[in-house]
Nanobody, 122 residues
Framework: QVQLVESGGGLVQAGGSLRLSCAASGRAFRYYNMGWFRQAPGKEREFVAAIRWSGVSTNYADSVKGRFTISRDNAKNTVYLQMNGLKSEDTGVYYC???????????????WGQGTQVTVSS
């Protein structure tokens, strides 16, 4: 089983940028497809982005396309989420997770991290 630790969250003004990191333990990280999700207060967890184990293919929620970029460095056991052009509606706790396939379905992910808070002020 892999353990995930997110970092990089914080408070940023609208239009600003943040880069989130998700560090994984275990040598099997390179074989996991990875996803980022977020949860705003009072709302359900929603899909943000996902990346195949090889890094070749990615998938994004429509709300973040063109602004967010998911990437990974298997040598560092880390997946990243570069967030540009942040909006107040991007506020929430961001989680990374592993899955057997690249999907936006949170139910197919496991090995969730503890999350990192992102707050965008308008």
């Amino acid at each position: 089983q892999v353990q995930l630790v997110e970092s990089g969250g914080g408070l940023v003004q609208a239009g600003g940028s943040l880069r989130l990191s998700c560090a994984a333990s275990g040598r099997a990280f390179r074989y996991y497809n990875m996803g980022w999700f977020r949860q705003a207060p009072g709302k359900e967890r929603e899909f943000v982005a996902a990346i195949r184990w090889s890094g070749v293919s990615t998938n994004y929620a429509d709300s973040v396309k063109g602004r967010f970029t998911i990437s990974r460095d298997n040598a560092k056991n880390t997946v990243y989420l570069q967030m540009n052009g942040l909006k107040s509606e991007d506020t929430g706790v961001y989680y990374c997770a592993t899955a057997d396939r690249v999907t936006s379905d949170a139910g197919q992910y496991d090995n969730w991290g503890q999350g990192t808070q992102v707050t965008v002020s308008s």
